[in-house]
């Protein structure tokens, strides 16, 4: 694959994440909440459990995400963007 090829594919991924940015910043506070808790499902879904290895774990190693617990250990409606290339591909994926 020549930089010209790779250029062009970046430049497409960088237009799609500009258009799921740009109709989520018409959503409420609401429908955004909503939306990161359906990826969320979506991404717990995929998930099988394996020995020593948590859901969150698994978010940050295969998504780039850490996500926030309560005092409780719950997982909250935030995360931490942990690597942005594979946070990229979570939002293409789930959105």
């Known amino acids: 694959m020549n930089n010209d090829q790779t ?4 430049d497409i ?8 940015e740009s109709s ?3 959503q409420t506070w609401r ?5 990161r808790w359906s990826r ?30 309560d005092r409780d250990g719950n997982i909250t409606a935030d995360y931490n963007i942990v690597d942005e290339k594979k946070y990229s591909f979570y939002l293409l994926k789930f959105s």
């Open 40 to 69: 969320m499902y979506r991404a717990r879904r995929e998930y099988t459990w394996r020995e020593g290895f948590t859901f969150t774990n698994w978010l940050e190693q295969k998504y780039g995400i850490q996500p926030i617990l």
């Open 13 to 20: 991924v960088n237009d799609m994440l500009d258009m799921i």
């Open 31 to 35: 429908e955004r909440r909503e939306a």
């Open 24 to 26: 989520q910043l018409h």
């Open 7 to 10: 250029q062009n594919q970046k």
